[in-house]
């Protein structure tokens, strides 16, 4: 109690005992001491309540005392929750203002792909302007079928790339990523100019290897030639002979494939899919690569689903299908059993390539499928190996809206594993309605 208090409280007392003394009613005079303190205590902390209330109408009990100092109190915690609370908005704001100036466009989704904050890079590279297009759906304001089917899984995807829909000439890398309570973030990046030189790239490789095609041909007709006329030549020029055209092959496979790749990287899908009777075209491949396997002697097996038709092209097809059966076929030691199953089940339609071969290790799962890996560069070449197959069978799988699947264990064998999903499967009712009668 403060020093004031006490006397308020003293001085009370006295004033009670001294009219106890003169009217000898000393507890009714204590009661209405006590009641009147009571009284001033209530108002007092009335005024406080209605001050905290509303301090703009009401004014502090200003009474010197515990009251006062209370008041005191209080307005000082309100001025450092005042000052704090506009440190805070001013972070905000800044923070805002950061976002707002990111280069990369910054949309936040509700659970329905719903906008509901947008930067300024968005109205710049996707047309999304804040706070107009609040609460509208983001595919129904950037309208493209890649971003439809990104939009329904996006956890299915990495990131996908499509044109902005503000610049035709501008590409633009596009993420999603949850946060907080089913919020999303949408980041879309400008990566033009990596789209540019992946083009110009592209189109080099492309054109080298078109320019290269016509003196590889001539020059392996020329060896074919004199490899035909081998008796007239000087002896210790045969084998020269023979090497320059396994080199020749080789180069000319090389410049086949870039040429191939680059033709698959022109477009995401097949442009014009047909239906493609797997089970023969296994047979036909399982053909030559028993003609590769040679003297090697491999065991081969085939069970394929006779009616199981896929849409697609069918000469990717079989490039992807013939290179994983003559990697099976070159990557197994003599002897070695092949098995090659077509089939489909719920989840669509599968192709295994399966060896008991030299396998390949985990780590390398990845690697492999890059252009020019080989995982023992000086036997695959031995082999006349590119180490294009496996990215040609990925782009053709990809193409085809497929996913390679790889298992493998060092020296034990490995299986390869395409997988179409059912939307790629020809439906056999289709097939019966267009069979003649
Ligand atoms: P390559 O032309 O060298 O065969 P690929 O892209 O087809 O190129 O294969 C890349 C590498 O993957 C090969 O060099 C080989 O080491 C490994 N590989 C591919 N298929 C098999 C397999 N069935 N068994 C073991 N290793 C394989």
Same mark, same amino acid.
């Given at each position: 109690?403060?020093?004031?208090?006490?006397?308020?409280?003293?001085?009370?007392?006295?004033?009670?005992?001294?009219?106890?003394?003169? !009217?000898?009613?000393?507890?009714?005079?204590?009661?209405?001491?006590?009641?009147?303190?009571?009284?001033?205590?209530?108002?007092?902390?009335?005024?406080?309540?209605?001050?905290?209330?509303?301090?703009?109408?009401?004014?502090?009990?200003?009474?010197?005392?515990?009251?006062?100092? &209370?008041?005191?109190?209080?307005?000082?915690?309100?001025?450092?929750?005042?000052?704090?609370?506009?440190?805070?908005?001013?972070?905000?704001?800044?923070?805002?203002?950061?976002?707002?100036? &990111?280069?990369?466009?910054?949309?936040?989704?509700?659970?329905?792909?719903?906008?509901?904050?947008?930067?300024?890079?968005?109205?710049?590279?996707?047309?999304?302007?804040?706070?107009?297009?609040?609460?509208?759906?983001?595919?129904?304001?950037?309208?493209?079928?890649?971003?439809?089917?990104?939009? #329904?899984?996006?956890?299915?995807?990495?990131?996908?790339?499509?044109?902005?829909?503000?610049?035709?000439?501008?590409?633009?890398?596009?993420?999603?990523?949850?946060?907080?309570?089913?919020? $999303?973030?949408?980041?879309?990046?400008?990566?033009?100019?990596?789209?540019?030189?992946?083009?110009?790239?592209?189109?080099?490789?492309?054109? *080298?290897?078109?320019?290269?095609?016509?003196?590889? !041909?001539?020059?392996?007709?020329?060896?074919?030639?004199?490899?035909?006329?081998?008796?007239?030549?000087?002896?210790? $020029?045969?084998?020269?002979?023979?090497?320059?055209?396994?080199?020749?092959?080789?180069? #000319?496979?090389?410049?086949?494939?870039?040429?191939?790749?680059?033709?698959?990287?022109?477009?995401?899908?097949?442009?014009?899919?047909?239906? *493609?009777?797997?089970?023969?075209?296994?047979?036909?491949?399982?053909? #030559?690569?028993?003609?590769?396997?040679?003297?090697?002697?491999?065991?081969?097996?085939?069970?394929?689903?006779?009616?199981?038709?896929?849409?697609?092209?069918?000469?990717?097809?079989?490039?992807?299908?013939?290179?994983?059966?003559?990697?099976?076929?070159?990557? !197994?030691?003599?002897?070695?059993?092949?098995?090659?199953? $077509?089939?489909?089940?719920?989840?669509?339609?599968?192709?295994?390539?399966?060896?008991?071969?030299?396998?390949?290790?985990?780590?390398?799962?990845?690697?492999?499928?890059?252009?020019?890996?080989?995982?023992?560069?000086?036997?695959?070449?031995?082999?006349?190996?590119?180490?294009?197959?496996?990215?040609?069978?990925?782009?053709?799988?990809?193409?085809?809206?497929?996913?390679?699947?790889?298992?493998?264990?060092?020296?034990?064998?490995?299986?390869?594993?395409?997988?179409?999903?059912?939307?790629?499967?020809?439906?056999?009712?289709?097939?019966?309605?267009?069979?003649?009668?």
């Amino acid at each position: 109690m403060m020093i004031r208090d006490l006397r308020r409280v003293v001085f009370g007392l006295l004033v009670a005992s001294i009219a106890g003394i003169l !009217t000898d009613q000393f507890l009714v005079c204590y009661l209405v001491a006590l009641l009147l303190y009571v009284g001033w205590l209530h108002r007092h902390l009335r005024m406080l309540l209605q001050w905290l209330r509303d301090p703009k109408k009401f004014a502090p009990p200003e009474t010197p005392g515990v009251f006062e100092e &209370l008041s005191l109190e209080i307005d000082y915690l309100r001025e450092r929750h005042k000052k704090r609370k506009k440190k805070l908005a001013s972070y905000l704001r800044q923070f805002q203002q950061a976002t707002r100036a &990111l280069p990369d466009a910054t949309v936040v989704l509700g659970d329905n792909g719903d906008v509901q904050w947008a930067n300024d890079a968005a109205a710049r590279y996707l047309g999304i302007r804040w706070p107009e297009d609040f609460g509208q759906r983001i595919t129904n304001l950037v309208r493209l079928p890649s971003l439809l089917d990104f939009m #329904q899984a996006p956890a299915a995807h990495d990131a996908i790339e499509i044109p902005s829909p503000t610049n035709p000439n501008a590409f633009l890398s596009v993420l999603m990523a949850p946060y907080g309570k089913s919020r $999303w973030l949408f980041v879309a990046r400008d990566v033009t100019q990596l789209h540019r030189a992946n083009q110009i790239r592209s189109d080099f490789v492309a054109n *080298v290897s078109h320019e290269l095609r016509t003196p590889i !041909t001539v020059f392996r007709g020329y060896l074919e030639m004199m490899s035909e006329q081998r008796d007239k030549a000087p002896p210790g $020029w045969i084998p020269v002979i023979g090497h320059l055209d396994a080199h020749a092959h080789r180069m #000319q496979s090389l410049v086949e494939e870039l040429l191939l790749l680059s033709r698959l990287e022109q477009e995401d899908d097949v442009p014009n899919p047909k239906p *493609v009777l797997v089970s023969e075209m296994l047979s036909d491949i399982l053909r #030559q690569a028993r003609h590769i396997s040679g003297a090697r002697e491999h065991f081969f097996s085939l069970e394929a689903d006779p009616v199981l038709e896929i849409a697609g092209a069918r000469s990717e097809l079989l490039s992807a299908f013939s290179n994983l059966i003559m990697n099976a076929v070159n990557y !197994t030691p003599a002897r070695g059993v092949i098995h090659i199953r $077509w089939y489909r089940d719920l989840r669509g339609a599968h192709l295994e390539v399966q060896d008991n071969g030299f396998g390949i290790s985990e780590e390398l799962f990845e690697r492999i499928t890059e252009r020019f890996y080989r995982v023992e560069s000086s036997r695959a070449r031995e082999d006349g190996g590119t180490g294009l197959g496996l990215a040609i069978v990925k782009h053709v799988l990809l193409r085809h809206h497929a996913a390679l699947e790889i298992k493998s264990k060092l020296g034990e064998g490995s299986v390869f594993k395409c997988h179409f999903p059912n939307d790629m499967i020809v439906p056999q009712e289709a097939l019966a309605l267009s069979a003649p009668a």
